[in-house]
């Protein structure tokens, strides 16, 4: 079983919750769940308000796990994901800090999740 440690300046504590083996829901759905105020507009990859830095806390490095075509977009415009990181991300299997919450699937592994509190502001 995996934690996700939510972060955030609006948070009196960080909170850390437990993702149940086979769920592969949306990290987005995760916070709701849990009742974490992370912001989200559009729930499509589309707006960039669920923005988030997301951080490995395993012993093995961190697999990248795919992008979706309009997460990779809005990264790019918001400039959070930059040619070098993305062709790291694809050919190396190299997992970029930022990601779109409600694109990003719960990993099977312990993370660390910041947000800002403000939608598109890490
Ligand atoms: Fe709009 Fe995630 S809520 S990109």
Do not use: H, W
């Not at 993702?19 to 974490?36: S, Y």
């Not at 918001?78 to 970029?96: I, Y």
């Amino acid at each position: 079983m995996a934690t996700v440690t939510f972060s955030s300046p609006i948070l009196a504590k960080d909170v850390t919750v437990y993702a149940v083996a086979g769920d592969m829901g949306t990290l987005l759905a995760l916070a709701r769940r849990n009742a974490i105020p992370l912001p989200c507009q559009c729930q499509d990859g589309e707006c960039g308000s669920c923005l988030i830095k997301v951080t490995d806390l395993g012993d093995t490095a961190p697999k990248a796990q795919a992008l979706t075509e309009r997460e990779k977009t809005t990264l790019s415009v918001n400039g959070k994901l930059s040619r070098d990181l993305l062709d790291r991300a694809e050919g190396a299997n190299m997992a970029p800090p930022y990601r779109l919450a409600c694109q990003f699937v719960v990993p099977d592994s312990d993370i660390l999740v910041e947000f800002s509190g403000e939608p598109g502001v890490e």
